[in-house]
């Protein structure tokens, strides 16, 4: 089992060296991800006799019956006038004579998806084959070259923008700390059945598209499904013109120019939005409308470095917001997290701790069945 805890933030203040200034915690001057001669990661062994088949079920299961599997980053220390934040804290857990549990936190600062799970597939392509050759020779080598990235390439000063956003955050608003809480988490499997049939429904609704993907679909009924269910479950009522928000992150490496490579090692994101009322989702063509405005939101996003980089000044002030009413999703079929395999095989199970306090949903290719999805979500238990 693989347990994925990612801090719910983009944010730059929270990187290994930065200085600090008046008032305590904040970040005064451009932070570094920084390494020294004696660095470590922080590695925990444990053993756990809970039951490893009911967690690596796809029923509910308690929220924080898997907390204990879950690092800590250390905390925030000061080394001679620097704050100094690690980034990276590992678990191994042992149950007797069941699995092996490997779970991580990560800043999100330092690399999103496509890049962590390519540094768990190189360590475990090392760890299964004893050495670094199969891995070399695959040609997955990280790119670190940030020269296409850089601010002479920025005239409208879109990084200084975002800086000053990011320099007020205190750097422990990356931690995540997980209190006991009622929630419940489970994992759906959307069959391709399922998928072709809500893809039909979609496309006689909509005639003026030829192809809608996978993604629009699972993720359009999904968030139907949360709206409705969110009245079901005595919570209060939203109005008809309520709000509901959606938010999902697309790589945008293959949108520069020349191209960054796709194992560039880093963050290269960019925020697809879609909003509706609440009328709209709940009505008898909530399905449909949530497709076509997710659908919009990703067809539409920018395709070439000029798009990328306009407006990207609001996009840390978007996500930060308070948004009772939105809908994330964490995770990527495209990313194959269970081929991730340390010589013991595939991973039994994959879960992201996190959206337990995000309340996004997960999203991976299923395990045992090629083409169908996992849908994982955190919800209170009513």
Avoid at 39 to 61: H, M
Avoid at 279 to 296: D, F, M, P, R, Y
Wanted: hydrophobic share 35%; charged share 20%.
């Amino acid at each position: 089992m693989t347990i994925d805890i990612s801090p719910s933030t983009d944010m730059v203040a929270v990187l290994e060296h930065c200085r600090v200034a008046p008032p305590p915690g904040t970040v005064a001057e451009k932070p570094e991800i920084h390494y020294m001669n004696g660095d470590s990661v922080s590695l925990t062994f444990a053993e756990s006799n809970f039951d490893f088949n009911y967690l690596t079920g796809n029923q509910a299961r308690n929220g924080h019956e898997f907390y204990h599997l879950v690092p800590q980053i250390p905390e925030v220390s000061s080394v001679s006038n620097t704050i100094v934040a690690p980034l990276l804290a590992l678990q191994v857990t042992i149950f007797p004579n069941f699995g092996i549990c490997l779970g991580y936190t990560f800043h999100h600062v330092t690399a999103d998806g496509n890049t962590l799970i390519r540094f768990l597939k190189s360590w475990a392509s090392i760890t299964k084959f004893g050495s670094d050759e199969k891995f070399l020779a695959g040609g997955s080598l990280p790119f670190y070259d940030r020269s296409t990235l850089v601010s002479s390439k920025d005239p409208k000063g879109v990084e200084k923008s975002l800086w000053n956003q990011a320099r007020e955050m205190k750097l422990n608003e990356g931690e995540v700390h997980y209190p006991l809480t009622n929630n419940v988490r489970a994992t759906f499997v959307m069959g391709q059945t399922h998928l072709q049939r809500l893809k039909k429904l979609v496309l006689t609704r909509w005639p003026t598209v030829l192809h809608v993907s996978t993604f629009t679909v699972t993720c359009a009924y999904v968030w139907v499904c949360l709206v409705k269910s969110r009245g079901a479950s005595g919570e209060k009522a939203a109005g008809e013109d309520e709000q509901e928000d959606f938010v999902c992150v697309a790589d945008c490496r293959g949108c520069f120019e020349p191209p960054i490579p796709e194992t560039y090692f880093g963050n290269c994101l960019i925020t697809c939005f879609a909003a509706a009322t609440n009328s709209q989702l709940v009505g008898e063509e909530g399905l449909i409308t949530a497709a076509e405005l997710i659908g919009e939101a990703i067809r539409k996003r920018p395709r070439r470095e000029d798009g990328v980089l306009e407006g990207l000044e609001t996009w840390l002030l978007k996500l930060g917001m308070k948004c009772p009413r939105r809908v994330g999703v964490t995770g990527s079929p495209r990313l194959r997290v269970y081929d991730t395999d340390f010589g013991w095989g595939r991973p039994q199970k994959t879960e992201i701790i996190s959206i337990d306090v995000s309340g996004a949903m997960s999203l991976n290719e299923c395990r045992d069945s090629e083409g169908d999805l996992e849908v994982g979500l955190s919800l209170p238990k009513t």
